[in-house]
C-alpha cells in the first residue's frame, strides 16, 4: 500500500486521520529532497575527481538502487513499475562503466545538475512554502475559533453577529489554503517520477558517448532506454488527464462541500469542544475532541486532538449514549452547547460545544435530541444527472453517423479526438444529432460546415451523457482489477470475460466503439494517435465510478489501461466468446497472478517490491535463486492465498528461469485477505489466474512448462537441466517443451525444435541459439543438448 490519497472533502472535516496523511506526503517530499540533494552532491564529484571517478560511480550507483519511488493508491501501471526499476537499472550501467575506468565527459552539470536543482528549487520550494503557509493559517484558524468561543452569549447580538462573521471568513480563507496545500502535495507525488527519471535518462545517454569501449554498452542501452521514453510519455500523458479530473473535482467541492462528503460508517463526526469540570477554586476547561457517533450501536466514541500541538492523539473514550439534551444560552456563558448522557453514568451530563448553531442541529438530529433538523451528516452516493443522451435506437445512429463522418474526412487528422471543437458548436451539432428531424438531414461526410474536431467532441459528449458508463458501474471494478496485476495474457482473458458480461446494448456499442478506435490507431503514423492515446483519451468516457473522490481518479491510469487492451485485441474479444472451459469466477480465494514480463535481459538483481493491492504477498525475489516457501506456510485456509500442490506443479513442467519469481508469504497472507476492503473483487483475481492452459491430470511430458512465477520444486522432466555443462559453446538443441516468447529477444518453439550454434548466454539461465535463421534466447530448463 503506497501513499492515501488525500480527499478534498477531509479539507473541511480535517480529522486527526486527514493530518497523519498530510505528514505522510510530507515526509515523503522531505526525503526526496534529501535524496536529489545528495545525488546532485554526487554528480558535482563526478566532474571535480576524475581521479577518484570509479569510487564517486559506486556512491552514485549505490544511491540510485537505494532509492524507492512511492505511489498514490493501492497499484502501479506497469509504466510505474517500469520507472520503478530504472533507478535500478541506471545502477547497473553504472557497475558495467566503472569496470573501463574511462574518464567522463564535464557535461554532468547541463544534463543532470541543473534539471534536479531547477526540480528542487521550483517544485519542492514551492511545497516548502505551501507548508508554511498552511501551517501559520492552522494556528490563525483554531485560535480564532477558540477565541470565538469563548465569547460570552450576554454580548450585544451585533458584536456576537460580528464575530460569528469574522470567525467564518476566516475559516473559508482556511480551507480555501488547505485545498490549495492538499492538491499541490499529490501533484508534487505524481510528478516527480518522471520529472526526476528524464534528467537521469539524459544524463546516461550523455555519458556513454565520452568512453572509448562505451559503443556496445549504448547499443545495449537502446533498446532500454526507447522502452523507458514510451513508459515516462505514457505517464506523463496520464498525469496530465488525472491532474485535470482533480482539478474539476476540487473545484466542484469549492462549489458546495456539503454535497460531496464522503460516505462513512459513522452517522455523525467532527470536532467538539468537551467541558472538563475540575475542583472549585479552578473551575473548569474546554478540550477538543475528535467525536464518532454510531447511531444502530448508539456508540459514541471521543479522543482527544489538538491540532497546534503536534496534532498528537490523546487516550479516547467510549460510552454508549443515552440521551441528547439541548443547552439553551441561560443556562451557560458559552454558545452552541448540548448535553450528552452515558448510559452507564446516569444522571451525569457531560457538556459538549459544537463550532456552530448549525453544526449543533446536526449533531441533535444525529443524537437523537431537540430541534433535529431533516439532512443527515453523511451523504449517499449523488446520482448523476440524467441528460438527454440514451443507450436506443438514435444513440447507435448517432454513433455511427459521427464514425463515418470521422473514418471519411478526419481519420489521418493529428490529434484526432485529443484535439477539441468549440464547446458552443460541439452543443449545437449534438442537439442536432439528437432530434430525429434534423438528424436525418445532417450529411456529416460531405459537410464542411461542421469541423472533424467538432465531431468528435460532440460523438465523446454523447458517450459522457449517458445515464451509465459504456461499461457500467456494476462492472467498473472488476474491469480496474486485471489492469492492476496479472500477466498480459491474464488480463486479456479476464477483460475478454467481462465484456461478454456487459449488457447486450452496451456491449453492441462498445464493439462498433473500438473497432473504429482500432483503424484510429492503426493510421497512428498520420495521426499521432497511439493505442496509448486513445486510452488517454476514452479511458474517463468509457468507464467512471459511480462515486467521485480523489481514489477513484488515481484509477484513472487503469481505466486507460483497460481501453488500451480493447483496442490492441478488438477481434478477439469481440470476434469470439470467452473461453468456456474456465469457469465463471466466483471463488473468494486470492490465488498469485502471474509474474509481470521481464523489462531487461541484462544482470542484475531484482527489488522486492509490491506487484499490485490484489497480490500484496507477492514480492519480486531479490537474487536470482527463488527460496522455497515456508513449510508453515497454510495451504488450505480460505484466508491465505490459494496456491497449487506440488503434485500439481510437477504437472506443469520446469518453470521458466526468471528472476523474477513470485512467492507467496504464508505470515502475512491471512491478515490481508481478511482486512480486504469489501469493494475489492477477490473473484477476479481468482479468474486472473485460471489461465493455464492445462489441469493436474496432464502428462509431464506433454505438459507446456508453468509460467515464470512458479516457486515449487522442478518436476522429473526438468532434471534435464543438472547434466547441462556450465559452459556451452557451439553446440546442437532438442526442445523438450513448447515455449511463446514474451520479449522480442526471446524465442518461440514448439516440442522437437532443433536449435543451431548454442552457446551460454549472460543471463544465468538462459541460452543463446539460432531457430529458423533467427538467434535469440531459450530457456535453458527447456532444451537438451544433442
Not at 118 to 136: C, H, P, S, T
Not at 587 to 599: M, Y
Request: charged share 25%; hydrophobic share 35%.
Amino acid at each position: 500500500m503506497g501513499l492515501q490519497p488525500l480527499e478534498f472533502s477531509d479539507c473541511y472535516l480535517d480529522s486527526p486521520w486527514f493530518r497523519e496523511r498530510i505528514r505522510a506526503h510530507e515526509a515523503e517530499l522531505e526525503r526526496t529532497n534529501k535524496f536529489i540533494k545528495e545525488l546532485i552532491k554526487d554528480g558535482k564529484n563526478l566532474i571535480a575527481a576524475t581521479k577518484s571517478l570509479s569510487a564517486a560511480q559506486r556512491k552514485f550507483a549505490h544511491s540510485l538502487r537505494d532509492f524507492k519511488f512511492e505511489f498514490i493508491g493501492d497499484a502501479e501501471t506497469d509504466d510505474e513499475r517500469c520507472i520503478d526499476a530504472s533507478l535500478r537499472e541506471f545502477s547497473n550501467f553504472l557497475k558495467n562503466l566503472e569496470e573501463q575506468r574511462e574518464i567522463m565527459a564535464l557535461s554532468v552539470t547541463e544534463t543532470l545538475i541543473k534539471p534536479l536543482e531547477k526540480f528542487r528549487k521550483e517544485q519542492l520550494g514551492a511545497v516548502k512554502e505551501e507548508k508554511k503557509k498552511f501551517d501559520k493559517e492552522t494556528e490563525k484558524n483554531y485560535s480564532l475559533i477558540d477565541k470565538h468561543l469563548n465569547l460570552s452569549a450576554k454580548k450585544k447580538d451585533s458584536h456576537l453577529q460580528e464575530a460569528d462573521l469574522q470567525v467564518e471568513q476566516n475559516r473559508q480563507h482556511f480551507y480555501e489554503l488547505s485545498l490549495e496545500y492538499v492538491c499541490k502535495l499529490q501533484e508534487i507525488q505524481e510528478r516527480k517520477k518522471f520529472e526526476f527519471v528524464e534528467p537521469m535518462l539524459s544524463f546516461f545517454q550523455g555519458m556513454f558517448t565520452f568512453y572509448h569501449q562505451g559503443h556496445e554498452l549504448s547499443k545495449d542501452f537502446n533498446h532500454y532506454k526507447m522502452e523507458l521514453q514510451i513508459n515516462i510519455q505514457n505517464t506523463r500523458n496520464r498525469f496530465e488527464g488525472t491532474r485535470s479530473e482533480v482539478e474539476e473535482l476540487m473545484n466542484k467541492i469549492r462549489q458546495n462541500p456539503k454535497d460531496h462528503k464522503r460516505a462513512s460508517q459513522f452517522t455523525a463526526e467532527g470536532y467538539l469542544y468537551v467541558q472538563e469540570k475540575r475542583p472549585a477554586p479552578f473551575g473548569s476547561s474546554w478540550v477538543k475532541h475528535y467525536c464518532m457517533y454510531r447511531k444502530t450501536a448508539k456508540k459514541f466514541n471521543m479522543i482527544p486532538f489538538e491540532h497546534r500541538s503536534g496534532g498528537k492523539l490523546g487516550d479516547g473514550e467510549v460510552f454508549f449514549l443515552k440521551e441528547c439534551t439541548k443547552r439553551h444560552a441561560d443556562s451557560i456563558d458559552r454558545r452552541f452547547c448540548f448535553d450528552i448522557e452515558a448510559a452507564d453514568r446516569p444522571g451525569i451530563p457531560l457538556t459538549v460545544q459544537a463550532f456552530s448553531e448549525e453544526e449543533r442541529k446536526q449533531w441533535l438530529e444525529a443524537l437523537g435530541g431537540k430541534e433535529a433538523l431533516f439532512h443527515s451528516f453523511n451523504r449517499a452516493i449523488i446520482p448523476r444527472a440524467e441528460g438527454g443522451a440514451q443507450l436506443d435506437k438514435m444513440g447507435f445512429t448517432v454513433l455511427r453517423k459521427c464514425i463515418s463522418a470521422v473514418e471519411t474526412r478526419g481519420i489521418n487528422d493529428q490529434g484526432l479526438y485529443r484535439v477539441v471543437g468549440v464547446s458552443s458548436k460541439v452543443q449545437r451539432l449534438l442537439s442536432m444529432l439528437m432530434d430525429v428531424k434534423t438528424c436525418n438531414e445532417l450529411d456529416l461526410e460531405n459537410s464542411v460546415d461542421w469541423e472533424v474536431k467538432t465531431i468528435t467532441s460532440a460523438l465523446k459528449q454523447y458517450l459522457r451523457s449517458l445515464p451509465e458508463p459504456l461499461m457500467t458501474y456494476e462492472l467498473h471494478g472488476d474491469f480496474i482489477v486485471p489492469a492492476k496485476s496479472g500477466s498480459p495474457e491474464s488480463r486479456v482473458n479476464a477483460i475478454h470475460f467481462l465484456v461478454h458480461k456487459l449488457p447486450e446494448k452496451n456491449k453492441e456499442m462498445l464493439d462498433i466503439l473500438v473497432k473504429h478506435l482500432t483503424n484510429v490507431s492503426n493510421h497512428s503514423k498520420q495521426n499521432l494517435m497511439t493505442v496509448a492515446n486513445l486510452g488517454v483519451v476514452f479511458g474517463p468516457t468509457l468507464m467512471r465510478p459511480q462515486e467521485e473522490t480523489v481514489a477513484a481518479i488515481m484509477d484513472l491510469k487503469f481505466q486507460n489501461i483497460v481501453v488500451e487492451i480493447l483496442i490492441e485485441n478488438h477481434e478477439k474479444i469481440f470476434g469470439s466468446l470467452p473461453d468456456t472451459s474456465f469457469p465463471e469466477p466466483t471463488c473468494l480465494s486470492v490465488s498469485p497472478p502471474n509474474a509481470p514480463p521481464r523489462q531487461s535481459k541484462r544482470q542484475g538483481q531484482r527489488t522486492k517490491r509490491p506487484v499490485a493491492v490484489y497480490n500484496l504477498c507477492l514480492e519480486l525475489e531479490d537474487g536470482d535463486n527463488p527460496n522455497p516457501l515456508k513449510e508453515d506456510t497454510p495451504t488450505s485456509s480460505q484466508d491465505s492465498l490459494s496456491s497449487p500442490s506440488p503434485t500439481t506443479s510437477a504437472a506443469h513442467g520446469p518453470p521458466r528461469p526468471d528472476k523474477n519469481h513470485l512467492l507467496a508469504d504464508g505470515g502475512s497472507c491471512g491478515d490481508w485477505a481478511s482486512a480486504m476492503p469489501s469493494q475489492t473483487r477477490p473473484s477476479m483475481v481468482q479468474w486472473l489466474n485460471l489461465q493455464s492452459p492445462t489441469t493436474p491430470s496432464s502428462s509431464p511430458a506433454l505438459t507446456p512448462p508453468s509460467p515464470r512465477s512458479s516457486p515449487f520444486p522442478l518436476s522429473p522432466a526438468a532434471s534435464i537441466v543438472d547434466k547441462l555443462p556450465e559452459c556451452v559453446i557451439n553446440r546442437k538443441a532438442r526442445a523438450v517443451y513448447p515455449c511463446e516468447a514474451e520479449h522480442s529477444s526471446e524465442l518461440s518453439f514448439e516440442i522437437g525444435a532443433i536449435f543451431e550454434d548454442v552457446q551460454t548466454s549472460r543471463e544465468p539461465g538462459w541460452l543463446e541459439g539460432t531457430l529458423n535463421g533467427k538467434r535469440g534466447l531459450i530457456p535453458q530448463n527447456y532444451v537438451k543438448l544433442l
